[in-house]
């Protein structure tokens, strides 16, 4: 791993603009900045270069699917700002549905990219189990809010997705609380509830990818490239 | 658009022609995004 | 095993990696533009699916025979909502696998008296002004219950040859009692549209609650129709499909999967689970394989898949390149 055209790899340690106090010092604020500061500091966050080996086209299907969602929620957010009937009614609202079904449909393309990526990649090595799960989860709750979606579509393709998905739900017994007919309770958690859910874990999912930075390729004998 | 779509069956399996193709699409896409090239950074320290 | 810990910080796990210039925000600017595009061009292209539900009225305009049969087979307790068990009644029709059975143990708590709900309250409104509909309503609720379903039966079994003549049902001569007034009055309450109303608001001015109306309409054949045409139901992989010609959700090709193949096809199925209990039993199987999804990091094989399956070489071609392996061992 030793380049001999290595150039100087890693910037001077950082250094606090002043010397740190003692960690006896008792703050709650200072203690959590300490702890912010080691977990993820700033030029972890933003780091202006990658290894080496982050060459490759299938990197992008991580950020290429950050993207969609934000498209999915600006449309989202026009389209709950004028009711879940006004794009039925006007061609402006239609065009804004249009944007919203098909950011959904790049959203999952790509995320099902970038899980086979980090699959093939082995991402969960190197103390990066917790970053993969937390994948999963934010996969498993964006299937459940695409769901909420297509029930509070008003139309006949919202009908039938309640009147089949309930025998699934009830089937179950989380159709005793969940209930897919009531459109009310479906839109709620479809507007509010599961984007905050998504949004928050898709936060948490990218602090901890640049917490321990992207994992070195899997090494050819086999084991993890130490 | 609002026609009902065709459908495409192989023994168990019988899938919409657009759900074929945006999958197989998703197959391309990483096929291409393994091979093609990608712009390499400066490997001089910035 | 370090899972869950890297056992070193950030900066040490990069000691002696060469790193070189990537821009991230770049990277991200050029994603928002890219995606915008895409998208602004397929919703422009090509819109979204939006096919009109249909309405009680236009089920009861469209297929009258249908309505008729479907109101009837409430008043009978022999529909699919009327039969169900919870969370909507005690009818006992309840999915289980051996002692598991979440559907029972939670309740009947929506609950929905099909027969009441969907045919006798709208009667009791729609008799209001009309004689011969209340006439027929009081013979019906004085009834004794061996009455009613000789009535219904002999009903059924003629709606299976029925007829629609001015706008009624018809059927062979015969003793239904006060069924045909009533299922007739029904008939017209709905096609009226007053029908959908009723069992929307139930009494209430706002509602956002459509249960009612959508039990009622999924317990007909006229939606199953529309449904096989779509490609909708689930023995067609409906899950996964769109109305028209969009992708629908693709990314339940899995759990859609499981409701075409056996067990779940079979009568007599595997260890317990069969076409009968298929969505308790499914949603079970969907929670074990996404739960091993995420898992993955510490199962064995599908762990070490990747290590086998030379996919990574592609990625990583750099590091894997001759002049880096020697360089790497050195």
């Known amino acids: 791993m030793l380049d001999q055209k290595a150039v100087v790899t890693q910037p001077a340690p950082k250094t606090a603009a002043s010397t740190p106090p003692a960690a006896s010092d008792g703050s709650w604020t200072l203690r959590t900045r300490q702890w912010v500061d080691r ?7 933003l780091p202006h270069r990658q290894p080496y080996y982050v060459g490759s086209w299938v990197y992008v299907f991580g950020v290429v699917t950050i993207a969609a969602l934000v498209w999915v929620v600006v449309s989202g957010v026009v389209l709950s700002f004028l009711g879940p009937q006004w794009w039925h009614d006007s061609s402006l609202g239609r065009f804004f549905n249009s944007l919203h079904f098909w950011s959904v449909q790049l959203f999952f393309l790509f995320m099902v990219l ?9 991402g969960w090595r190197d103390g990066r189990a917790a970053t993969w799960m937390i994948g999963v989860v934010i996969f498993a709750t964006s299937i459940l809010t695409a769901f909420t979606g297509y029930l509070s579509q008003l139309n006949f393709d919202s009908q039938f997705i309640a009147i089949n998905a309930k025998d699934a739900m009830n089937g179950a017994g989380v159709g005793a609380f969940f209930n897919v007919l009531n459109f009310g309770q479906m839109y709620g958690l479809h507007v509010m509830l599961l984007p905050i ?9 990218i602090v901890m990818v640049r917490s321990r930075g992207v994992v070195k390729p899997i090494a050819p004998e086999g084991r993890s490239a130490k | 658009m609002d026609a009902p779509a065709q459908y495409f069956d192989l023994g168990f399996i019988h ?16 096929a291409i995004a393994l091979v093609a090239p990608f712009p390499h950074g400066s490997d001089k320290d910035a | 095993m370090s899972l869950f810990k890297q056992p070193m910080t950030q900066d040490e796990y990069y000691r002696g990696v060469r790193m070189a210039r990537y821009d991230l925000v770049k990277e991200l600017t050029y994603a928002l533009i890219g995606v915008a595009v895409i998208a602004l061009v397929l919703a422009a292209a090509f819109s979204s699916p939006d096919v009109p539900p249909i309405t009680v009225a236009s089920w009861a305009q469209a297929d009258p025979v249908d309505f008729v049969t479907t109101a009837t087979g409430e008043l009978a307790g022999s529909t699919t909502s009327a039969g169900y068990g ?14 598991i059975a979440p559907q029972v143990w939670f309740g009947q708590r929506i609950p929905v008296d099909s027969a009441n709900a969907f045919v006798l309250q709208p009667l009791a409104y729609a008799s209001v002004g009309n004689t011969d509909l209340g006439k027929a309503l009081g013979a019906w609720k004085t009834a004794s219950a061996d009455q009613q379903t000789k009535w219904l039966n002999t009903y059924t079994d003629a709606l299976g040859k029925a007829t629609v003549t001015d706008g009624k049902v018809t059927v062979a001569d015969g003793d239904y ?21 009723l069992l929307l608001t139930n009494g209430r001015f706002y509602q956002t609650d459509y249960t009612q109306g959508l039990l009622f309409i999924g317990d007909s054949g006229y939606l199953d129709g529309l449904a096989t045409a779509a490609n909708l139901t689930g023995s067609q992989w409906g ?13 339940l090709w899995l759990y859609t999967m499981w409701y075409q193949v056996w067990p779940f096809t079979s009568d007599t199925g595997f260890l317990g689970l069969n076409g009968g ?28 898949i990747p290590r086998w399956v030379p996919i990574h070489r592609l990625i990583w071609r750099q590091y894997y390149a001759p002049k880096s392996k020697a360089a790497a061992r050195a």
């Open chain 3, 86 to 99: 919870a969370p909507y009644n005690n009818a006992g029709g309840e999915q289980s696998w051996g002692p």
């Open chain 3, 177 to 197: 009692g006060p069924l045909p007034v009533m299922m007739n009055g029904l008939l017209t309450v709905a096609q009226s549209g007053g029908l959908d109303g």
């Open chain 1, 114 to 122: 970038h899980l086979w990526g980090q699959y093939f990649m082995a």
């Open chain 1, 39 to 45: 977990v993820l500091p700033m030029d972890h966050l």
């Open chain 2, 15 to 30: 899938i919409s022609y657009p759900n074929l193709f945006v999958i197989v699409l998703m197959v391309v896409l990483f």
């Open chain 3, 239 to 251: 899950m996964m499909n769109e109305t028209g010609q969009y992708p629908g959700q693709t990314w």
């Open chain 3, 277 to 304: 209990n298929a969505d308790l039993g499914i949603v079970f199987l969907m929670t074990v394989l996404t739960a091993a999804l995420a898992l993955v990091p510490a199962i064995p094989i599908l762990r070490d």
């Open chain 1, 197 to 205: 859910g998504v949004t928050f874990l898709v936060v948490v999912h």
